[in-house]
């Protein structure tokens, strides 16, 4: 796959650049099954936005390839020092020096939200990670907008945010009309006390962050990981704050099912939740930490 040329101004912010070995495994996983890219008639993956290392392109290229061998995966940033700093660690995998195929179809070039690629061909799919938390939550629709716009047909946009260590993360999903259409979280549950993803809780669904040592793991830890569209709407009477305070309350409830593990009790926490009306999708993936739930179960009131 030969690289688009470099455009004369690329759309967008520089991020922080935070990269993480395994950072976006849950959403890879996810991504891996979803029927954008099993069928894609052409399966160019965009990971918008890597940061300082090109690491989760080459990871997103050899965890989709498992189920498209002929996947290809484009990395982009804005930043041309991050696009020579990729295009070095790419001639590393083709010696043989990583632990990344050598003939992985991955590349890199400089390109912001206008998505930039080479021959005009449109992405199957898009993955924009960490990229909106330094805007404000009122630029989110018009970024949405941008990159939905270049996928194929049935193509997916998939925008959210992790923790540093890629143990929580939550995202939405959108198609190229850039409506949104689901909200997933996804976490490691566990039963210890104060046993979280970056030190902190975010317990009763506060999304203050604040935590004291030895406090219980609540589920509500992923609203400080929230979507920029979200981040700010966990507040009462929001219904994305309704939906974490159901999930931390069923949590409680399910105690009786921490001799089995983390695993089970998440489940009948969520089982608890689909009992009470709350319209869960993905039943087969609550074993791996995860919750999907439709766009219109959390969008944020006018």
């Known amino acids: 796959m030969t690289p688009a040329p ?3 101004r690329a759309i967008g912010r520089i991020t922080r650049g935070t990269t993480n070995t395994n950072r976006l495994r849950r959403v890879d996983r996810w991504i891996a099954r979803h029927p954008a890219l099993r069928r894609a008639a052409d399966p160019l993956v965009v990971d918008l936005g890597y940061g300082r290392s090109g690491v989760t ?28 700093g990729a295009r070095a ?15 992985a179809r991955v590349t890199f070039a400089r390109g912001g939200f206008e998505v930039p ?11 924009a990670f960490n990229v909106l938390r330094q805007y ?30 890629g143990r929580g993360s939550t995202w939405v999903a959108l198609g190229p009309d850039a409506v949104p259409a689901s909200l997933t979280i996804s976490v490691r549950p566990s039963t210890s006390s104060g046993a979280t993803s970056s030190g902190a809780t975010s317990s009763g669904a506060t999304g203050s962050g604040v935590a ?13 990981r929230l979507p920029k569209a979200l981040i700010h709407r966990n507040v009462p009477g929001e219904p994305v704050h309704a939906l974490l305070a159901a999930l931390d309350r069923e ?10 593990g983390a695993v089970q009790r998440w489940r009948a926490a969520l089982q608890a939740m689909a009992d009470a009306g709350w319209p869960l999708r993905g039943r087969s993936r609550w074993r791996l930490g995860e919750l999907t739930v439709p766009w219109s179960a959390v969008a944020p009131l006018a």
Request: with cysteine; hydrophobic share 40%; net charge negative.
């Open 212 to 224: 004291t040592d030895g406090e219980p793991w609540h589920p509500s830890i992923a609203a400080e």
């Open 117 to 127: 690629t080479m021959d005009g061909r449109r992405p199957a799919v898009i993955r």
């Open 251 to 260: 949590w409680e409830r399910a105690a009786g099912m921490t001799p089995f």
């Open 136 to 165: 404000d939550e009122a630029e989110v629709t018009g970024a949405w907008q941008r990159m939905a716009a270049r996928l194929a047909p049935g193509g997916l946009l998939v925008e959210g945010t992790c923790d540093e260590l």
């Open 6 to 8: 470099l455009p004369e």
């Open 57 to 84: 392109a080459f990871e997103l290229e050899a965890r989709l390839r498992a189920v498209r061998s002929d996947v290809e995966v484009l990395g982009l940033e804005i930043d041309p020092d991050r696009v020579e």
């Open 89 to 103: 660690q790419l001639r590393r995998v083709r010696a043989g020096l990583t632990p990344f195929a050598r003939d």
